[in-house]
């Protein structure tokens, strides 16, 4: 298995004879030999060279001993396509013969699935292999390539195949709102104290009101009585929305609970993983990276039988299968609880704060989504004065349906309205009547949940790599977070200029997306991985050879002191450690200005939990800063986040800032 937590889990299901270790992720990546260091063949059909990578070489020989010494072997890694290329790395670096492996999948972490899995057993889709072996290949020739390329040219720290098309979303959205003028309009509302209506027809035409002079026109020939011209009543009913798939749960988990991405991935796959609970160790909820919504019969059939016990036979409802989507993984399920009669309040108290708020939003959401429709009664009421038609919408609840779990998670709240019915005169009278002025307003800029919801939509790379794209571009300062939105730094959008100068037939959304549809193409076998390859690398080749020879290298940043040795500029450039000062006659003039040794910076508002000395900053010898205790080396408390001086009241361990949010750094319980 990839986690040791999951193997742990899982050898407490298997009776005696079995062991299951963890290969702990992959164990092998391409080598960084060969031209440009890809590890790549490029003239021989893209062949790729593997090593073993750094620091596993101990982990693999102990595996190999006990592949040698086992009668057979069962490769039972991730359920997907990253999974099975690590499957087949397993067998082919520790020489497993065929016939003593066979390759099975836990799609959820209990007992029965586990053991009904081992009895389904089958080999390793060599298809699937190819399709993430040259998706790696392609991510390796663009990210190498294109990185170098701008690290050279501009000073940025990297490029991607799909790390730069989400850069240029957020670049492009940027533009749009620093280009867009602003429009002046105004709006008339009748207050009526339990209920406001808008102006929005003179007559039989629509209205609009570009200027208040226009505003006050209209508001001298109103008066504070109301026709009511119009009744429209409608049954409507509301369904629910299909259980999570991978990129709709971290949307919902952004605007709902305020996680990163990163961070929902990261407890979605403890709670996958196992948790302990009192009798027994289990997975809460299936495999959490996927792009279907499908749900298993035995899955539905359990929860129909829980919804008629809990709240009666009308609230059961049917299955919502969503939009269909042709790169769908449909061999996987959604993403739901393992079990339905598992309910959030059952299993809290074995949870830590964060684990819980996403296994409920899990739970109720597959949970609501084989409930009934609510309906409503839709209501619009249109009033007339003087020849101006004002215009009330609003509905009331007749059945909650699955409103009766969700309503908390809701988006839209219902505004209700009177009987107008009832009322014994046509004519109601107005409190008072507004004008108000308003502007035109760009586009938003994209939140994180905003942006995955883009990606997705545009058929841009996976919805397992959105969290790591987005913390690399927070990290390599392409962007930062201006109150939950993402705005490009002045790198951010150098890079996406340049690579548009250059390589705008290659880094935009419809060839990315395309390239997405090949790569699932590899994987159905409906494409040869190898034409592929070429037929990217044909193009890509003599685009990169231009930009190296003709794009515009970025002058470094004069400090504006002079070289004590030759008198040139001293300028400010990037090296493996970080930013240096030097001479701007390189490589005539070879002088490094020596920086002074920062003394260290006491963070006063935090002592160590270990010995309660202070928390210092120090720097690595790459020059990313970290917070280690004042006592080092007798204490070895180190962090790489600043503490805040809190302490956790559940496992009290420090605060720290992490993700713009303040966590503690154990238990990631948030403040």
Not at 9 to 30: N, P
Request: proline share 3%.
């Amino acid at each position: 298995m990839e986690s040791p937590a999951k193997s742990k889990t899982i050898e407490k299901y298997l009776a005696g004879g079995y062991k299951v270790v963890s290969s702990k992720g992959h164990i092998r990546d391409l080598s960084t030999t060969g031209k440009y260091g890809l590890g790549v063949d490029l003239e021989n059909d893209f062949k790729p060279s593997y090593v073993v990578i750094k620091g596993k070489n101990k982990d693999v020989k102990e595996l190999k001993k006990l592949v040698d010494s086992a009668d057979h072997v069962y490769l039972a890694t991730d359920p997907d396509r990253e999974g099975e290329i690590i499957s087949w790395h397993l067998k082919d670096e520790l020489n497993i013969p065929d016939e003593k492996y066979d390759r099975v999948t836990f799609r959820e972490i209990t007992k029965d699935v586990v053991l009904k899995s081992i009895q389904e057993h089958a080999k390793i889709d060599m298809d699937l292999v190819k399709g993430a072996e040259t998706r790696r290949i392609l991510d390796r020739i663009i990210g190498f390539r294109l990185s170098k390329l701008m690290q050279y040219k501009t000073g940025g720290k990297s490029a991607g195949r799909v790390q730069s098309v989400a850069l240029k979303l957020i670049v492009d959205r940027e533009r749009e709102i620093l280009a867009f003028v602003p429009k002046e309009y105004w709006t008339i509302e009748a207050d009526f104290k339990d209920w406001t209506a808008e102006l929005f027809k003179y007559k039989d035409k629509d209205i609009e009101i570009n200027t208040e002079l226009e505003a006050d026109e209209i508001l001298s020939k109103l008066s504070n009585s109301f026709n009511i011209d119009s009744i429209e009543e409608k049954d409507k009913k509301k369904a629910a929305r299909e259980p999570f798939k991978t990129s709709t749960l971290q949307q919902m988990a952004s605007s709902r609970l305020n996680f990163a991405a990163s961070k929902t991935m990261k407890i979605a796959q403890k709670l996958y993983e196992g948790v302990d609970l009192a009798s027994e160790t289990v997975g809460l909820i299936t495999y959490m990276r996927t792009d279907s919504v499908r749900l298993s019969d035995e899955f539905i059939k359990s929860t129909y039988g829980y919804i008629n016990k809990t709240y009666g036979d009308k609230y059961v409802g049917y299955v919502k299968t969503g939009k269909s989507n042709a790169a769908m993984q449909d061999g996987h399920e959604g993403i739901r609880p393992t079990s339905i009669n598992r309910t959030p309040e059952s299993v809290k108290a074995y949870l830590t704060n964060d684990e819980y708020k996403l296994y409920k939003l899990i739970y109720i959401r597959a949970l609501a989504s084989l409930m009934a429709d609510a309906k409503v009664l839709a209501t619009t009421v249109i009033f007339e004065n003087n020849d101006y038609y004002f215009k009330t919408t609003g509905s009331v609840l007749k059945f909650d349906g699955y409103l009766k779990v969700y309503s908390e998670y809701e988006e839209t709240e219902d505004k209700i309205l009177p009987n107008f019915k009832d009322y014994k005169s046509k004519v109601v009278v107005a409190s008072e009547i507004n004008k108000y002025q308003h502007w035109t307003k760009p586009a938003s800029r994209y939140t994180e949940s905003s942006l995955i919801k883009e990606l997705e939509s545009l058929g841009i790379g996976r919805p397992s790599t959105y969290a790591t794209i987005i913390s690399t571009l927070k990290d390599h300062e392409y962007v930062k977070v201006d109150d939950k939105k993402f705005v490009p730094t002045e790198m951010g959008m150098e890079t996406t200029d340049k690579l548009q100068e250059y390589f705008s037939d290659i880094i935009n959304v419809k060839y990315t997306a395309n390239m997405e549809h090949d790569l699932d193409d590899i994987a159905e076998a409906k494409k040869d991985n190898i034409k592929v390859l070429h037929d990217f690398y044909d193009k890509f080749a003599p685009i990169m050879d231009d930009a190296l020879k003709n794009m515009e290298k970025k002058a470094p940043q004069s400090t504006g002191e002079t070289c004590p040795e030759c008198g040139s500029d001293l300028v400010i450039r990037n090296g493996k450690y970080g930013e240096f000062v030097a001479c701007s006659n390189y490589p005539k003039c070879k002088y490094i200005k020596k920086e002074k040794k920062e003394t260290e910076k006491v963070v006063k508002v935090a002592e160590c939990p270990k010995c309660h000395k202070d928390i210092v900053a120090r720097k690595t010898k790459k020059g990313k800063i970290f917070y280690g205790c004042s006592g080092y080396p007798k204490c070895d408390y180190a962090t790489w986040y600043k503490p805040t001086g809190d302490v956790c009241t559940k496992c009290k361990n420090l605060m720290v800032e992490k993700n713009n949010q303040v966590v503690c750094e154990n238990c990631e319980e948030s403040k």
